[in-house]
């Protein structure tokens, strides 16, 4: 159905490529022989002249597919972890969570108290409330 709606358009609304035959080949990203990728963009082929070393393809703008292909990629990237802004997300919390703890800890020496019936065992314990942040604030211009 596809294929016939393009075949009937008017050359007016597609686009006219050209290439010469290496171009075609290392250029385009082709999906089938009617159909290629280029400078991330889909393109339907609705037709192609040849003239000496350079191909014409009249193209239909597959503005859609490109839509679709694009929000792909970033799904993937998103998935693997290769998202930038994923990336700087995920080691701000991890800051932010590393600045909730200290790693250092003061050990207080055993504490005996006694009393008259036994002697009790405490070991204080404590963290330091005075740390630097592990990460500088921002400076505000």
């Not at 159905?1 to 050359?11: E, S, V």
């Not at 400078?39 to 597959?62: E, F, H, K, L």
């Not at 970033?74 to 080691?91: H, I, M, P, R, W």
Request: hydrophobic residues 35%; aromatic residues 14%.
């Amino acid at each position: 159905m596809k294929w016939k709606m393009i075949a009937g358009l008017d050359k007016e609304e597609l686009v006219l490529l050209k290439f010469t035959k290496a171009e075609s080949q290392t250029e385009l990203c082709w999906k089938h022989s009617k159909e290629f990728e280029y400078s991330d963009q889909m393109y339907d082929i609705v037709d192609r002249d040849i003239m000496g070393d350079t191909i014409y393809y009249w193209c239909w703008w597959d503005h859609e597919e490109t839509s679709l292909n694009k929000k792909l990629k970033e799904l993937v990237a998103f998935a693997l972890g290769n998202d930038t802004k994923s990336q700087d997300t995920q080691k701000r919390l991890a800051n932010f969570l590393k600045s909730l703890f200290h790693s250092k800890t003061s050990s207080w020496e055993l504490i005996v108290c006694k009393t008259e019936q036994e002697t009790t065992p405490y070991i204080l314990s404590y963290l330091s409330i005075f740390f630097p942040p592990a990460v500088s604030p921002p400076e505000i211009s």
